[in-house]
């Protein structure tokens, strides 16, 4: 924008004396690099500061913490270094340069801060799990074998989770064959054929999006377990995953097919494309890697979910594989079953099965990802 | 480019559907199973995280004999409710169906028939941590009425007199006591409060602002609360949990390696609620005969909590299996009431033996008694289940002799309680909340002495120099050093005048602003002098 700008300005000479006030050169064929002052990149001496600053801070903050301050604790140790650490930049900064850079320091070290801690928590998150997870699934038997006949106290060389990552995988695969044509068709319904109506369902697919899922839950046990009398099955909680999925998906495939240029559906219809022709062979083409994308959001929200399946699935400890015979387990269900009972094995078999769940997840994206690709030959 | 990316798309597919057919060959594989022995038929359970642990040892152990029973624990609440909504086969529970619960819903088995079965026993243990001199006190004994101060809100610091006397003159130190509860509907809440208002009324009642039991106790003062026994066991464990009690299973501290409160008996003695302990005080349960009672066959515990033996351990309780006894039951088949026949006879009879291990308790022949009386009503509903062979002499139960019910095993083999557990004497050396399968013997009183390295004072490094020199800054407590001796457990605290723990804070932030201020003040000042000569400069 402001480089367009400058440009203009150089080409007339009233507006380059008039409206130019910077000291800087404004052309970009007349500049010597050296002169051009770098705003991104730091010297030695900033780098040197910096660094100092963070090892006086984080020496400061051992003092406080732990001679002269009662606060023992990472998280208290790494606040009080971040409040040292922030305040000397500031002094270090003002010794030599002006307000508008220490307030740059200042705001850039809190950005980079806040950057660091989402990626801590993430990295934390992932490595504890796999680290915690690891004893359990270096075990072939964890990942080939149920717990049919092995109690709690069982050594982690017996039974495995092969039962509750099969019920996963079957009762999300049904949710997902419910919810895709369910969710797609329901987005194409409010963008490609719109009216009054279309705006109320859009209200209630938004509404719904924030539902607790327990009631998802709650709403398949009452109605499909209590009310028809369906066993407590894999199937009742596809359904309930359903549920919980359906809003995700309808309302991310959405606003994916409302950024479909119009001028295309135009093209195609002035072709003599019917209108489901054109959603066929236009908009949902043109939409593949944002819908893939909704259906990811939605297999996300479905597969991690413990509250809709704890009420309508049943905890098998033995393998199912037909969703409609009776209770099913599932990995979420696994772990929360077994991480709160206190045994100690159990928790290493719950931490296993977390671990698998995150390497499913990234297995089931990665696919997702590649199969909804655009094909670079086709356009 | 173009031609290439055909291509790598076909590879990627080919890599994919490979992915998809090995996965779907393991399920095969994984799928084929040999079928199950013909006389059982699945069935499935909900109820209790309580019992959670030890169901699923007994289900590990029938799945050999080709039984396939499935329980999830949701909640005793959860499991009432699901078992009357005919949703699962049998549910279980540590309370009996309230008729009307908390929230003013509707808490009964609607039509259907049921019978209440004592499925396995166990103790409300409770865990604290206190820590004197950087170490965890690992002997608390309290008598029941300060438990119930204490959770009431009325004994709000360690160093309470009552607390003291439990002790025989040990002085914890001065720290807030913070009782930690249970946030969820909780079957432990209700065993803990029908205590409570069985032997405290005068304390609970007008704290409870009710009579009688709850699943959610009321969250008052410094309480905190978590749901579910594992938070509340994690919150009393974790660092900033210096100063907290909580009620909890036994299984939970044991797991964690934290100890439990020594309760008193009425016989006088503070005991752990180890397996014979709770064993040894439930042979005074008594199960309501009175078949107009809306509470008919459920428990009356009150036997139990001023049971005279030695080695009862008074908060002692048990869970039921809600077995669905009506011969009209849409649930049920004759296959699955032999099933729940033959896993209910394994559990009170062999499973017991397991219970000890996981921190619960065995059934004592009382209850198992009771229990036979309620499985039977299985076989009446159905004569074609096969009760034959499966009665109470053939139990081979660790707490009584099978064939010969006269016999009491379980007063031989429950080991008595030390001398120093008495009141008024002690208190012990030994941990509690230690591996429950391993009893000591009765009156093994060895404690390794620690020599008279005993009276380390509180954290305050700055402090312990002026004990000797000055004794009159502290304020020791005389009969604990002596007893201190033989101990291995506990150091004993010595509370300094001069060493208050608001002063700590006090002084260690002024030392803090004045190290920032020295750190700060020359680069801030020489800051503030240029700009000042800048700016005069400029002016």
């Known amino acids: ?379 | 480019m173009n031609t290439s990316a055909p291509h790598t798309t076909a590879r990627t597919r080919a890599v994919l559907t490979a992915l998809v057919a090995l996965l779907s060959a393991a399920l095969l594989v994984m799928s084929a199973r040999p079928a199950q022995a013909v006389a059982y038929a699945q069935i499935e359970g909900s109820g209790s995280t309580w019992s959670e642990v030890i169901l699923q040892q007994w289900i590990s152990d029938v799945d050999a004999n080709g039984m396939k029973v499935t329980y999830n624990g949701g909640g005793s609440s959860q499991g009432r409710k699901a078992f009357g909504q005919n949703v699962t086969d049998f549910g279980i529970s540590e309370i009996p169906y309230q008729g009307k619960d908390e929230f003013g819903a509707v808490d009964s088995a609607g039509s259907r028939e049921f019978a209440y079965m004592p499925i396995i026993a166990g103790g409300t243990a409770f865990t604290y941590q206190v820590k004197v001199g950087g170490k965890l006190v690992k002997n608390l004994r309290l008598s029941g009425e300060t438990i119930a101060k204490i959770f009431t809100n009325q004994i709000t610091n360690w160093n309470d007199a009552a607390i003291t006397k439990d002790n025989n003159g040990r002085v914890l130190p001065s720290l807030p006591i913070v009782p930690v509860l249970r946030s969820d509907g909780s079957g432990t809440t209700a065993q803990f409060t029908t205590w409570l208002d069985k032997m405290f009324p005068s304390i609970w009642q007008p704290f409870f602002g009710k009579t009688g039991l709850t699943s959610y106790f009321p969250r008052k003062g410094k309480a905190i609360a978590a749901a579910g026994s594992d938070q509340v066991m994690n919150t009393i464990a974790s660092s900033a949990g210096n100063g907290t009690i909580g009620y909890v299973e036994y299984s939970y501290p044991v797991n964690k390696k934290y100890p439990v409160v020594k309760v008193l008996n009425k016989a006088g003695y503070y005991v752990e609620p180890t397996q014979y302990n709770v064993a040894v005080a439930l042979t005074q349960a008594k199960i309501n005969q009175d078949a107009s009672s809306p509470q008919y066959l459920t428990s009356i515990l009150d036997g139990v909590y001023t049971s005279g033996d030695k080695r009862s351990y008074p908060l002692s309780s048990y869970s039921y299996m809600l077995l669905p006894t009506g011969a009209n039951d849409q649930r049920m088949t004759t296959a699955k009431r032999q099933t729940l026949t033959d896993f209910m006879f394994y559990s009170l009879c062999e499973g017991q033996s397991k219970a000890g291990a996981y921190g619960y308790s065995s059934l004592p022949l009382n209850l198992v008694q009771a229990g036979f009386d309620q499985l039977k009503k299985l076989s009446s509903a159905d004569p074609a289940v096969d009760f034959a062979n499966r009665d109470v002499t053939k139990c081979n139960n660790p707490t009584f002799v099978a064939g010969d019910l006269t016999k009491n095993k379980l007063a031989e083999i429950a080991p008595q309680p030390a001398a120093c557990d008495k009141q008024g004497a002690g208190p012990c050396g030994t941990e509690t909340g230690t591996a429950p399968t391993t009893p000591k013997p009765a009156g093994d009183n060895k404690a390794t002495a620690t020599g008279g390295a005993a009276p380390v004072a509180g954290a305050d490094p700055a402090a312990t120099a002026p004990v000797a020199a000055d004794p009159e800054t502290g304020v020791a407590a005389p009969e604990a050093e002596t007893i201190a001796t033989d101990q291995t457990v506990t150091a004993v605290p010595t509370e300094l005048v001069a060493g208050r723990a608001g002063d700590t804070k006090v002084f260690g932030s002024l030392a803090v602003i004045e190290l920032l201020a020295i750190i700060l003040a020359p680069a801030v000042g020489a800051t503030y002098f240029k700009r000042r000569v800048r700016r005069k400069l400029g002016a």
């Open chain 1, 1 to 379: 924008m402001t480089i367009e700008l400058e440009h203009a300005a150089s080409q007339t000479p009233v507006g380059r004396t008039a409206t130019l006030v910077r000291s800087e050169p404004a052309s970009n064929d007349v500049v010597d690099d050296a002169l051009r002052r770098q705003l991104s990149t730091t010297t030695a001496e900033q780098r040197f500061e910096l660094a100092g600053c963070w090892i006086a801070a984080a020496a400061l903050s051992w003092l406080v913490c732990a001679r002269l301050m009662p606060w023992d604790g990472t998280v208290v140790f790494v606040l009080v270094t971040f409040v040292v650490g922030v305040t000397l930049i500031a002094v270090i900064t003002s010794l030599d340069a002006g307000r508008p850079e220490v307030s740059d320091r200042l705001v850039s070290t809190v950005v980079h801060s806040a950057a660091l801690l989402v990626g801590v928590a993430l990295a934390s998150t992932i490595i504890f799990v796999l680290v915690q997870g690891f004893g359990g699934m270096v075990h072939v038997n964890t990942w080939v074998d149920d717990m049919s006949g092995v109690g709690p106290r069982d050594p982690l060389d017996r039974g495995g989770i092969a039962h509750a990552i099969v019920g996963s995988l079957i009762e999300i695969g049904i949710a997902v064959a419910v919810t895709i044509p369910l969710g797609i068709g329901t987005a194409i319904y409010m963008t490609e054929i719109g009216g009054r109506f279309a705006t109320i369902v859009r209200t209630i697919v938004e509404a719904m999006t924030a539902l607790p899922s327990i009631v998802a839950g709650l709403f398949i046990y009452t109605t499909l377990i209590v009310g028809l009398g369906m066993p407590r099955s894999g199937l009742a909680a596809a359904m309930a995953l359903s549920v919980m999925m359906l809003p995700i998906i309808a309302r991310a495939s959405d606003v994916v097919l409302r950024v479909v240029p119009g001028n295309l559906r135009e093209a195609s219809l002035a072709l003599g494309a019917s209108r489901w022709r054109t959603v066929w062979h236009i908009v949902l083409p043109t939409a593949r890697p944002g819908l893939a994308t909704a259906v990811i959001l939605g297999v996300a929200r479905g597969i991690g979910e413990t509250s809709p399946v704890l009420l309508t699935s049943g905890t098998a400890a033995f393998m199912v594989t037909d969703p409609t015979d009776g209770v099913m387990n599932s990995l979420p269900l696994f772990i929360f079953s077994t991480v709160r009972s206190g045994e100690p094995l159990y928790i290493d078999r719950a931490y296993a099965a977390a671990a698998i769940l995150l390497l499913l997840v990234l297995i089931l994206f990665v696919s997702a990802r590649l199969l909804a690709r655009p094909r670079k030959g086709s356009r």
